[in-house]
């Protein structure tokens, strides 16, 4: 499907994944009809302490990239965000930070691991 470049609201890219998954024809339906038209769903994971108005403004961003990206109209987007706890996840094998503790995480890393990560954020 090509690549994907995302610059999470101030947080480091490489928390952000993309995965891209197609549904087969005639398998999606609403209200017991069969969905005809072209629509784009997105099931966000993030880690939970982030505030209602950062919430709102991450699904509104998203919402207006994908309506850009792909010229579909906003009643055809559908964007859902699920908060996990932090101590609940792990990332390159190691628990994840709790929200605006992101340098400390990082810094606890090994030096290859802080390598690649900066690899991936270029």
């Not at 209602?52 to 990239?65: A, N």
């Not at 609940?88 to 929200?99: A, D, H, R, T, V």
Request: contains cysteine.
């Amino acid at each position: 499907m090509g690549s994907y470049r995302c610059k999470p609201l101030g947080q480091n890219t490489f928390f952000a994944q993309v995965i891209f998954q197609k549904n087969e024809n005639n398998s999606h339906f609403m209200g017991g009809k069969l969905v005809k038209n072209k629509e784009i769903f997105l099931n966000g994971q993030i880690r939970a302490g982030r505030t209602l108005i950062i919430k709102k403004k991450l699904i509104l961003g998203l919402r207006e990239v994908l309506t850009q990206n792909t010229k579909l109209k906003k009643d055809f987007v559908w964007v859902y965000l699920e908060d996990l706890l932090p101590e609940q996840m792990i990332e390159y094998g190691e628990i994840l930070p709790k929200s605006g503790e992101e340098k400390k995480w990082f810094k606890s890393l090994s030096i290859s691991l802080r390598k690649r990560l900066k690899r991936l954020e270029k």
